[in-house]
């Protein structure tokens, strides 16, 4: 049973005109997705320092301003990123000998001096009683010359512009925290809440 | 360029400049101009990916003795 030779050829016409046309068409309807679309992004925060509190808060809030739905998670030590008072967050010299360690005073030569550079090994620095506390207050000095935002500033932008924090209720107990320890309109959850999320979104980061 | 609001920028630092220029703009009508004034050296490339990304247009971008200025048109 063949077709008509007319027939036939109509097809193949028909075909060939659709072969050159999907192609564009599949483009056409992926890029429209694609532009209304609003991206997301999945922070997992887990460090619990001065340093490492501004890469969530500074990505969570800016991606929040260029319009994307932002969860960040809080887990292990992260958690004190939540705390209601974070004046006490603390950056460590201990293991940490990519930080500078320069003075945020005095004329602009003795300001750019690295001290790591001929003070003392890392490992001596970090052993004396009560150089963590210097080195908090010269970095949070730094933060302050420097017109960086502080750590309460940045978390509030964030939860303003609807960034979504979310507490690991595990660490939280494991712990011995309490609900009341963090700042409200806080989520808790886990595993099974990041993983769907984290799942859906564009960027997904692990701090 | 004839503006209908001004951000003084000057002295902070990333992010803060387009934080504020988020809220700002949230403050102002569409098609209404925001000229914002930033010390950030790092602002002359984030305005042009915010006003990208946000499709707030980036009418002018234009550096004097160190300061950054930036007409922005709310979407």
């Known amino acids: 049973m063949g077709a008509t030779p007319e027939i036939a050829s109509i097809e193949e016409l028909v075909n060939r005109r659709l072969e050159e046309l999907l192609p564009q068409k599949l483009e056409e309807a992926l890029r429209q997705r694609e532009e209304s679309k609003t991206p997301s992004m999945a922070i997992i925060a887990t460090k619990g320092t001065l340093d490492w509190a501004y890469p969530p808060f500074i990505l969570g809030s800016t991606a929040a301003a260029l319009g994307w739905d932002v969860s960040i998670f809080f887990t292990f030590y992260g958690l004190n990123l939540l705390k209601k008072d974070v004046s006490d967050l603390k950056v460590s010299p201990l293991g940490n000998p990519g930080m500078p360690m320069k003075m945020p005073f005095g004329p602009e030569w003795f300001k750019g001096i690295d001290w790591n550079k001929f003070l003392m090994p890392n490992l001596i620095q970090s052993n004396l009683p009560g150089f963590e506390s210097i080195a908090t207050m010269l970095m949070q000095q730094t933060i302050k010359n420097n017109g960086v935002a502080t750590i309460e500033e940045l978390r509030s932008l964030s939860q303003e512009a609807g960034v979504k924090f979310i507490a690991c209720q595990m660490t939280v107990e494991l712990f011995g925290f309490s609900h009341d320890d963090f700042l409200s309109g806080v989520d808790y959850a886990g595993a099974a809440t990041f993983l769907p999320v984290a799942q859906k979104a564009d960027v997904t980061l692990f701090m | ?75």
């Open chain 2, 1 to 75: 360029m004839n503006f209908d609001k001004e951000l003084d920028a000057r002295g902070l630092n990333c992010p803060l400049p387009i934080l504020r220029a988020k809220k700002s703009l949230a403050e102002l009508q569409p098609g209404q101009v925001l000229r914002v004034i930033s010390t950030d050296p790092g602002s002359v490339k984030d305005f042009a990916a915010f006003a990208k990304q946000t499709g707030n247009e980036l009418l002018a971008s234009a550096e004097k003795d160190k300061e950054f200025e930036f007409f922005m048109k709310r979407k």
